[in-house]
């Protein structure tokens, strides 16, 4: 009885996985129309001329890499303070 | 051109870490991240020596040179600076870098990183200066208001020193004159005798 009733609902399985697999792109189906299109894919980018392009560093400019470094006061009284005897003139 | 350096004298270096202190407080670094530290050899020791160790602001910069997305460059006052917003957090620059200045904020679980942060010599990023955004971003920008790194001003036995090369040379230079070097120093045989000698 367990036997026939397996075998019954494989069957049920199959037949609806086909139905539902019919009016679809199939699955070879489906890989074959892919290779078509990527050949034709391959062929067209084969036609175009391959033109490198130079990888750019980043340039931060001109404001970002200029000097803010000042010898002020406040930058003397730091020598002068680290400084030894030689300094404190 | 002046060439920002640091400079620490390791005679004078007492492992304080008021300059880890300063520097965290000053650019509101978060948790977990230390743009300087202080490293002590032969800890407990006759002879032991501290150094303050940051970015070194290197002239031909290793981490400049692994870079994937070249997100540093070089002031004209020679201080290595990056982009944030190009750094992509791949950290070959940390393994580049010889004395382990880049940290990476830890942005989720899994051990994933957030953009590198390292000493910026305080002088803020590529953003605007003084600008909200390079505060959040940089820290302060101390260098653009005539200013030094804080960490080397804030040093209580003067140890660090910021500033021009050839300026922080010369001081040095004339300390070691003055006081002498390593077992050479003043105070050197008081503490140690005359049995240890570097």
Request: aromatic content about 8%.
């Given at each position: 009885?367990?036997?026939?009733?397996?075998?019954?609902?494989?069957?049920?399985?199959?037949?609806?996985?086909?139905?539902?697999?019919?009016?679809?792109?199939?699955?070879?189906?489906?890989?074959r129309?892919?290779g078509?299109?990527?050949?034709?894919?391959?062929a067209?980018?084969?036609?175009?001329?391959?033109?490198?392009?130079?990888?750019?560093?980043?340039?931060?400019?001109?404001?970002?890499?200029?000097?803010?470094?000042?010898?002020?006061?406040?930058?003397?009284?730091?020598?002068?303070?680290?400084?030894?005897?030689?300094?404190?003139? | 051109?002046?060439?920002m350096?640091?400079?620490?004298?390791?005679?004078?270096?007492?492992?304080?870490?008021?300059?880890?202190?300063?520097?965290?407080?000053?650019?509101?670094?978060?948790?977990?991240?230390?743009?300087?530290?202080?490293?002590?050899?032969?800890?407990?020791?006759?002879?032991?020596?501290?150094?303050?160790?940051?970015?070194?602001?290197?002239?031909?910069?290793?981490?400049?040179?692994?870079?994937?997305?070249?997100?540093?460059?070089?002031?004209?006052?020679?201080?290595?600076l990056?982009?944030?917003?190009?750094?992509?957090?791949?950290?070959y620059?940390?393994?580049?870098?010889?004395?382990?200045?880049?940290?990476?904020?830890?942005?989720?679980?899994?051990?994933?990183?957030?953009?590198?942060?390292?000493?910026?010599y305080?002088?803020?990023?590529?953003?605007?200066?003084?600008?909200?955004?390079?505060y959040?971003?940089?820290?302060?920008?101390r260098?653009?208001?005539?200013?030094?790194?804080?960490?080397?001003?804030?040093?209580?036995?003067?140890?660090?020193?910021?500033?021009?090369?050839?300026?922080?040379?010369?001081?040095?230079?004339?300390?070691?004159?003055?006081?002498?070097?390593?077992?050479?120093?003043?105070?050197?045989?008081?503490?140690?005798?005359?049995?240890?000698a570097?």
């Amino acid at each position: 009885m367990r036997q026939d009733k397996r075998q019954e609902n494989e069957t049920r399985t199959t037949d609806e996985t086909r139905k539902d697999r019919e009016p679809g792109l199939g699955r070879r189906q489906f890989f074959r129309a892919l290779g078509g299109g990527t050949a034709a894919a391959a062929a067209a980018v084969a036609s175009v001329p391959l033109t490198p392009t130079e990888a750019k560093a980043y340039d931060p400019g001109t404001a970002e890499t200029r000097s803010r470094y000042r010898e002020t006061d406040h930058v003397k009284a730091f020598y002068r303070t680290n400084g030894y005897e030689t300094l404190k003139k | 051109m002046a060439r920002m350096k640091f400079l620490c004298d390791a005679d004078r270096c007492i492992e304080c870490n008021a300059c880890v202190t300063a520097c965290k407080n000053e650019h509101e670094v978060p948790w977990g991240i230390n743009r300087r530290r202080v490293v002590t050899l032969n800890d407990g020791k006759p002879g032991e020596r501290s150094v303050s160790m940051a970015c070194m602001h290197c002239t031909d910069a290793p981490c400049a040179a692994v870079c994937p997305v070249n997100c540093f460059y070089t002031t004209a006052d020679a201080v290595v600076l990056h982009s944030k917003d190009l750094c992509i957090g791949c950290g070959y620059c940390f393994y580049a870098c010889p004395f382990g200045a880049p940290q990476y904020p830890r942005v989720g679980n899994f051990g994933s990183r957030g953009k590198m942060d390292k000493c910026t010599y305080c002088s803020g990023g590529p953003e605007v200066d003084l600008s909200v955004a390079e505060y959040e971003k940089y820290g302060s920008n101390r260098l653009a208001e005539g200013k030094l790194p804080l960490c080397a001003e804030m040093c209580s036995t003067k140890s660090l020193l910021a500033g021009d090369g050839e300026m922080i040379a010369q001081i040095y230079k004339e300390r070691v004159i003055k006081r002498g070097y390593g077992s050479g120093a003043w105070g050197w045989k008081t503490a140690y005798r005359e049995t240890i000698a570097i």
